[in-house]
């Protein structure tokens, strides 16, 4: 350490200039920066369900319908002004990029039709196709189409307030903030003061969420504006405050150029990763200038405080930065894009902190000459130190077994609250957005008026074409048994405990309506064919007598190969998920009775996509977890030369963990309105709490080691480490929650609630490494220190 020391203090110009011309190279690479979200990133691209989700999403639909209800306040749907408003409403839905036209489904469509049978055939009469009704008597003829057919109860509500409108979107082809800014114009442009129009869905979902890039973009500088200002006041020094956002600065350069090397996107759902990469780089640096300062008065000139500085600092720096990255690229093993992109980024972030934190800084200081002022400010013992050095006293006699003591009750207390952590989304709508944005207001709107916001599609599914009206042993055109099938499927799925499924569609939903239709809507005709040659005619009937496209929802019409089933299910919340999924693989393999070829193919819709979000995420959380622990015990492992000190600085970071966890369950002890769920956006977060933790902990272990060597005495070992690094760690602490607290006015909930979870976090990494590290030292008194 001393040889690099000498070599990095003396060739510090050559040195500077290539870290210079480093950071112009990828400051160069931020043209290409772009912040957005790609829908295909943040799905699991091997799960079997998003493989069937990519195959029938041209087809079937995907996770990208956008369901819409326009709602009177007073009075019914069935006038003038409402329907004309209806009409404009779905002929703009034509008009929006990447819209896929045959699935836009209202009353005004003009494949809605009312069927009659006459003499000469059927006769179709589009319900609302092309003219609007104008006088009573046609209106009273729309409504009678309506109460007589299948559009009563679900597209127009039983209170006939509602009407329902519903649009798909090709994922290839669609650009969220272009469908967002259209949907948000039809929004403001329709409703008035009797009319509300209510929508929901996925592209307006992310839309929403990009277009809250700049606020949130503007809070996180308001973070650093307010962590400066608190630097500032504690050192009262410029160049002290300066340095460690120039630390953060670099490094997020070197971080984000990286990023646009490889040709990766920022996503706006995980702005607050790089966040807190950044706020790590300041707060390395604070360990490095504390350092400098007592060297400074040491030696008593700054080139040698510096030498001494990279020679004592770059084992426990170098030891704290690694086990930060290993934290973070240990989440790639999680086989989700968006993870694996962000996680490669800040891996390479956090290893340029080695380079910016421990050398760089070193560098700058050597060419400043050495300020009275911060020295004046680290050699007048302020209230911290005195309350640091009272807690040393302490741990160093027996208070440590007080602390020590505790932690198995802490371990038991964590794991009982951290074993009930959610995986998915915690209430129904968005976690990412208050209760009371209009997204969510819309969503609850929706799902309590006509449920069909949570759609699973489930396939049955053939080799060949015509396997789907063709059985074994007999003819091709004359075996409805794949229909009975489906039949007996969804009414077992219409029966799910709960009512967690509200109700199913399909193409057998056209069935019964045949004979009801030729014996003049006599409901004694309306039901389920029984035998083969009425199943298929009702295929037939369906398929060949509509408009292009009417029934590609539901079969491929042509081929006969597939049929799509239609699940709407309460809501996406992971009970419910995990219910609807389990009883739809309960069926599967113990009542199903489709032979081959035919067999049923999990799952399509934005049921099924979240459902494979879910199990991807539930299985890979805490393998990753246990993984990332492992790494950073071996590494403390091999850095301290000590199986002793690896589990010194584990088990606090255990413990931290586990009460995280707990919090995060119980919404923060039930402070929080909705418990934190770990998601895509919060499973990186939380895995950063890993690296967070075991850096105090490294800092404060690497200077009692130290301190030992000189004094020879375990307590003011203790004392000295807790005066010198805890006065850094307490402060970063604070200047980190400082920034965090204006996380509370973000428009996105998701954005408050980690301020305050990662707030909390801190406060609990900053006692682990202060008091279980010291404690654990000061009881087992171990060799690596003592020998």
């Not at 496209?549 to 992971?574: H, L, P, Q, V």
Request: net charge neutral; aromatic share 14%; proline share 5%.
């Amino acid at each position: 350490m001393k040889k690099l020391s000498d070599f990095i203090i003396e060739k510090r110009i050559s040195i500077l200039v290539i870290i210079t011309l480093i950071s112009l190279f990828f400051l160069y690479q931020l043209k290409g920066l772009e912040v957005y979200t790609k829908y295909a990133d943040l799905l699991p691209q091997g799960h079997e369900y998003i493989k069937v989700h990519n195959k029938i999403r041209s087809q079937f639909g995907g996770a990208n319908t956008v369901t819409m209800i326009l709602q009177v306040r007073e009075g019914d749907i069935f006038n003038q002004t409402t329907l004309q408003k209806l009409k404009d409403i779905t002929e703009e839905l034509y008009l929006i990029p990447a819209v896929d036209r045959f699935k836009i489904l209202s009353i005004a469509v003009n494949h809605m039709v009312d069927i009659k049978l006459t003499s000469g055939g059927y006769d179709f009469v589009p319900l609302m196709f092309p003219d609007v009704p104008k006088t009573e008597e046609e209106i009273e003829k729309l409504r009678e189409m309506v109460y007589g057919g299948f559009f009563y109860g679900s597209f127009v509500w039983f209170d006939s307030k509602k009407t329902l409108l519903t649009v798909d979107f090709f994922e290839d082809e669609i650009d969220y903030t272009v469908v967002f800014k259209e949907l948000r114009r039809i929004q403001d442009k329709y409703e008035d003061d009797n009319h509300i129009l209510a929508i929901n869905g996925e592209p307006l979902h992310l839309g929403y969420v990009d277009s809250y890039v700049w606020p949130v973009f503007r809070i996180l500088i308001i973070s650093f504006i307010i962590m400066f200002l608190l630097f500032y006041y504690w050192y009262r020094s410029l160049r002290a405050t300066v340095i460690p956002f120039l630390a953060a600065f670099v490094s997020g350069l070197w971080g984000l150029g990286f990023m646009c090397l490889l040709g990766y996107n920022l996503d706006p759902l995980i702005l607050v990763f790089p966040f807190l990469i950044a706020s790590r780089a300041a707060c390395h640096t604070v360990q490095i200038i504390k350092r400098y300062t007592e060297e400074c008065l040491v030696v008593k000139e700054s080139k040698g405080a510096c030498k001494k500085v990279i020679e004592s600092m770059f084992v426990p720096g170098f030891t704290a930065i690694t086990t930060d990255a290993m934290g973070i690229i240990l989440i790639a093993l999680t086989p989700i894009q968006i993870l694996q992109k962000i996680t490669l980024s800040c891996t390479f972030w956090c290893i340029a902190q080695v380079i910016v934190a421990i050398i760089l800084v070193p560098i700058i200081l050597s060419f400043l000459p050495i300020s009275p002022r911060l020295l004046k400010k680290f050699e007048r013992k302020g209230f911290t130190d005195k309350v640091l050095l009272k807690v040393g006293s302490l741990i160093g006699g027996r208070g440590s077994l007080v602390v020590f003591a505790m932690v198995p009750i802490l371990i038991i207390f964590g794991y009982l609250g951290a074993r009930t952590i959610q995986i998915g989304d915690a209430v129904p709508g968005s976690s990412l957005f208050w209760p009371w944005h209009r997204y969510n207001r819309d969503g609850f709107r929706i799902a309590f008026s006509m449920p069909i916001l949570s759609p699973l599609y489930i396939v049955v599914e053939g080799e060949k074409q015509y396997d789907l009206v063709s059985c074994p042993g007999k003819t091709r055109e004359m075996c409805g048994e794949n229909f009975t099938e489906m039949y007996h499927f969804e009414r077992f799925m219409r029966d799910t405990p709960g009512r967690l499924v509200m109700f199913t569609n399909s193409v057998i939903g056209r069935f019964p309506s045949g004979g009801w239709v030729a014996h003049e809507g006599d409901p004694n005709w309306h039901f389920f064919p029984t035998n083969d040659r009425a199943l298929i005619y009702g295929y037939r009937r369906f398929t060949q007598m509509g408009i292009p496209g009417s029934s590609d929802r539901f079969c491929d019409a042509g081929e006969d190969t597939a049929a799509n089933i239609i699940i709407y299910c309460r809501d996406k919340m992971t009970p419910t998920i995990k219910t609807v999924m389990a009883r739809v693989n309960e069926y599967i393999e113990k009542h199903s009775k489709l032979e081959p070829p035919m067999e049923y193919k999990l799952a399509g819709g934005a049921f099924g996509v979240q459902a494979a979000v879910n199990e991807v995420i539930e299985k890979y959380h805490f393998r990753t977890l246990g993984w990332a622990l492992l790494a950073i015990f071996i590494i403390c492992w091999i850095m301290f030369r000590s199986i002793v000190a690896a589990f010194i600085l584990t088990i606090p970071l255990i413990v931290s963990n586990l009460i995280a966890f707990s919090m995060m369950a119980t919404g923060m002890f039930y402070l929080l309105p909705v418990p934190i769920t770990i998601t895509l956006s919060t499973l990186p977060v939380s895995a950063v709490g890993i690296g967070l933790g075991v850096d105090y902990g490294i800092y404060m272990l690497g200077r009692i080691l130290e301190e030992y060597k000189i004094s020879q005495d375990m307590k003011k070992a203790i004392e000295v480490t807790m005066a010198s690094v805890g006065e850094p760690v307490v402060f970063t602490t604070v200047a980190m929650t400082g920034g965090l607290i204006f996380w509370v006015f973000s428009p996105l909930m998701f954005q408050a609630t980690m301020g305050f979870f990662l707030a909390t976090i801190l406060l609990l990494n900053m006692l682990g490494g202060l008091l279980l590290v010291t404690s654990f030292v000061a009881v087992l008194k171990p060799r690596f220190i003592v020998g």
